[in-house]
């Protein structure tokens, strides 16, 4: 069919437009979820605890994860090992919060629009890039960290390189699969830019409390403990406590 010139340039006229302005709120979702999670110092940490939350969740013994940790670190920084190489081949570090959700700042975002430019604010904005683009990649580390540890653990219990690889990045997140629905709402500023873990996370929680409460025992105890820690160190009872959690904000 024939469209009329005059409609056909308003209407490709009005996709560009439409394109552009998602790009630029794509963009400013990223930008904004890089300033809250891989350039906070104290996400980094979290980002670290929660990921050893889900590996002990997982399957994997409080007891042999600084055996895991260790063995890792030697075998990312020698970038060789089995576990390493099985991440390596299977696509572990491109399927991470940090590459998926972040758009690491190499990309046309800060990217320098001429190697020519020079002065000032070209300099400034080369160091942002660059400490932006360190901060995501030490953030993406810690992930991969986390899953090369899990398929370690795997493959010590006999299980095939392929099935290690699925272990891992159910129970740590391959944030690249997700439903178009979900893509969209993460990356938008009026949608709900951090829904892939969520979404992730739960199915996980929900399968442990079925398959193995007793796992989540040691957070149990934690909060039991630190509760009776605090009553005794400043000489509570109950009664005191629940007095004090009723006057908090």
């Known amino acids: 069919a024939l469209i009329i010139k005059e409609i056909y340039d308003d209407f490709i006229e009005s996709m560009d ?34 990921n050893m939350v889900l590996l002990q969740l997982s399957g994997i013994p409080m007891r042999k994860m600084p055996g895991y940790f260790i063995e890792t670190l030697k075998q990312m920084r020698a970038k060789t090992g089995e576990a390493y190489n099985i991440a390596r081949r299977n696509g572990i570090g491109a399927s ?17 629009e001429s190697n020519k430019e020079t002065g000032y604010f070209v300099k400034m904005r080369e160091m942002a890039e660059a400490i932006a683009r360190y901060a995501s990649d030490f953030y993406g580390k810690t992930e991969a960290l986390g899953k090369i540890m899990k398929i370690t653990h795997e493959l010590e219990k006999g299980t095939s390189p392929t099935d ?38 739960f199915p996980r929680m929900v399968e442990t409390a079925i398959k193995t409460p007793w796992r989540f025992a040691p957070y149990v105890a934690l909060n039991m403990g630190m509760a009776a820690l605090f009553k005794e160190s400043n000489d509570l009872d109950d009664d005191d406590v629940e007095k004090l959690r009723s006057v908090l904000p």
């Open 17 to 50: 437009s439409v394109d552009t302005e998602m790009g630029l709120l794509e963009k400013t979702t990223a930008l904004w979820k890089l300033s809250k999670v891989a350039l906070n110092p104290p996400s980094q940490v979290r980002n670290f605890v929660s």
């Open 96 to 112: 991470t919060f940090s590459s998926q959700e972040m758009n690491l700042l190499q990309n046309e975002f800060l990217k320098i």
């Open 164 to 201: 290690a690889v699925i272990e891992a990045n159910k129970w740590l997140f391959d944030y690249s699969l997700v439903p178009e629905p979900v893509n969209v709402l993460r990356k938008l500023p009026i949608g709900i830019p951090f829904l892939t873990f969520y979404y992730k996370a």
